[in-house]
């Protein structure tokens, strides 16, 4: 067994609890889409057909149908929860932009209903952790990309919660945290799986807290909760978890405790094919002087 494999329906039934407070306790995904959308100022592309993957409660979504009133937006999630809130949040939306089409797809990225070549924008924000099999997923965003279409995305990196896998350290043989990946492997993933010129970028955001039960408090009202195989099957023991707290109180600087959180920024083009299916080479005749 992989303990670090992820019970998707877990994390499916976990984010869909927390829809309803999502919005008020997600600070810092909040603030690195800001980031992302602001990206976005440095690229020419408009697409037609945009998908958002790991929407969430929608608010991405929504700055996205801002900056793009003419596209065709699908949010995708894998939790129904989440739709369902955003989808109630994006009623009035849609008043005030008659016309822009967006729609509600709940669906896993490792396993995509779309069609190939039908997307001409994949941006994802703090999603692609969730993912089994990285790699292989982005092989399915390569596929349903149109040619010259964009993967932008955000995800977490290898130092993400350090200061938790310290606290958690020898406490008992169960995992507590996720597996994140380091920035340089996705780069290399993402030149695997077809893509052209990645461009990948990393910075670290430190969030501060009273104690320890706030820190698992914010993480629990965001959804985020520990859906590796590895997990314990029941509640920690009064024992142990005094143990994680004197573990995280020895890391308190200034009066609090920290939290923090890798963040991968990673945008990479869907070139067009050197070749066709039966090995013939294909020239582009399309390029402006």
């Known amino acids: ?79 129904l929860g989440m739709l369902q809130h955003a989808r109630g949040t994006s009623s009035w939306w849609q008043k005030l932009f008659q016309g822009r089409r967006e ?7 490792e396993a995509l209903p779309i069609a190939s070549g039908s997307v001409d924008m994949v941006w994802s924000n703090l999603a692609l952790q969730w993912c089994n ?22 995800c977490f990196g290898v130092d993400t919660l ?11 043989g169960y995992n507590h945290l996720n597996r994140f990946v380091d920035m340089h492997d996705v780069g290399d993933m993402l030149v695997a799986a077809g893509f052209a010129d990645p461009v990948m970028e ?10 320890a039960r706030a820190v698992m408090q914010d993480l629990k009202s965001i959804g985020a909760h520990n859906a590796t195989a590895g997990r314990a099957s029941g509640m920690m023991g009064k024992r142990a978890w005094q143990r994680v707290i004197e573990n995280y109180e020895t890391l308190r600087r200034n ?11 990673g945008h990479a083009w869907k070139p067009a094919p050197k070749a066709a299916p039966d090995g013939r080479a294909i020239i582009r005749t399309d390029f402006k002087l």
């Open 1 to 79: 067994m992989n303990e670090f494999e992820i019970d998707k329906k877990q994390v499916r039934r976990a984010f869909s609890r927390a829809a309803a407070d999502y919005d008020a306790a997600a600070v810092m995904q909040r603030e690195v889409c800001i980031r992302m959308l602001e990206k976005l100022d440095y690229i020419k592309l408009q697409p037609a057909r945009l998908l958002d993957v790991g929407s969430g409660t929608g608010w991405g979504t929504r700055q996205l149908g801002e900056r793009y009133p003419k596209a065709n937006i699908t949010a995708l999630d894998i939790a």
């Open 103 to 109: 729609q509600f797809l709940c669906a896993d990225v």
């Open 133 to 154: 099999d990285l790699p292989a997923t982005f092989v399915e965003l390569h596929r349903i990309l149109n040619t010259d279409g964009l993967l932008i995305f955000s």
């Open 162 to 172: 350090k200061e938790l896998r310290i606290a958690f350290r020898d406490v008992d």
């Open 202 to 211: 990393m910075e670290t955001l430190t969030l501060t807290y009273e104690d």
């Open 255 to 265: 009066g609090k405790l920290p939290a923090t959180f890798e963040i991968v920024y």
